[in-house]
């Protein structure tokens, strides 16, 4: 079973900061791995989708890596703003099941302005 | 539409009852996959269609839960003898194929009381 796992659960920085976010899965041998954004009382949505055959993605002031080797992928958020303050999910396919995506519980960021 | 949409945004209903959740997907999407989320978690698979039929129905919790997508465009998922542990936030996505980018709908908030 894939699982998911994103640290830290909460952040809370000050604006301007880069920061970053991590993910953690468990079975490595994965299609691609997405990003997605949530705001309070909203759906989902999606920033970054990484190919199991790129090491990096990029889309203005974020970039993901995906390193499948160690299970691993990360969200660097260039120059934080207040308004990136949302939880962010990272999911990857489900062990056997290439149609479901197994989500981490997300990472809660709190941009202070 | 530009998006997955969804409807109701919400719904209130008396344990017991049945629900109809509906989800319109983007145009030319052949996938489209069904989600729950409770609160502070990550999304939890349901259910995913590739055209009209259900080629995965694996995360569906019990028989009250069904879903839909007669033509390969909407779908409607249908929960019957609805229970208070039902209450969540059904979430719709669509993508062009199963690997490709998810989009995800704003949600249906589900209250059962």
């Known amino acids: 079973k894939q699982e998911v796992t994103q640290i830290p659960a909460a952040l809370s920085v000050p604006e301007g900061e880069n920061l970053v976010l991590n993910c953690s899965f468990t079975d490595s041998a994965i299609y691609n791995l997405q990003w997605f954004r949530q705001d309070p009382g909203k759906g989902l949505t999606s920033l970054l989708l990484?190919?199991?055959?790129?090491r990096e993605q990029t889309s203005g002031r974020l970039n993901a890596s995906l390193d499948k080797s160690s299970g691993r992928s990360t969200l660097y958020i260039a120059a934080s703003q207040p308004g990136d303050s949302a939880t962010y999910l990272c999911?990857?396919?489900?062990?056997?099941?290439?149609?479901?995506?197994?989500f981490g519980s997300g990472t809660q960021l709190t941009v202070l302005p | 539409g530009a998006g997955v949409s969804q409807t109701p945004s919400n719904k209130v209903t008396e344990k017991g009852k049945y629900v109809e959740l509906r989800c319109d997907p983007i145009s030319g999407h052949t996938a489209l996959y069904w989600y729950r989320q409770s609160l502070g978690q990550g999304p939890e698979f349901l259910i995913y269609?590739?055209?009209?039929?259900?080629?995965?129905d694996s995360g569906l919790p019990n028989d009250r839960f069904f879903a839909v997508r007669p033509e390969g465009s909407v779908s409607t998922l249908k929960i019957q003898r609805t229970e208070r542990g039902d209450s969540a936030v059904y979430l719709c996505a669509s993508s062009l194929t199963f690997s490709d980018e998810a989009f995800f709908g704003q949600g249906t908030r589900l209250t059962v009381v």
């Open positions: 269609f590739q055209g009209t039929g259900a080629a995965d």
């Open positions: 999911a990857a396919p489900a062990l056997g099941s290439a149609r479901q995506l197994t």
């Open positions: 990484i190919q199991s055959s790129q």
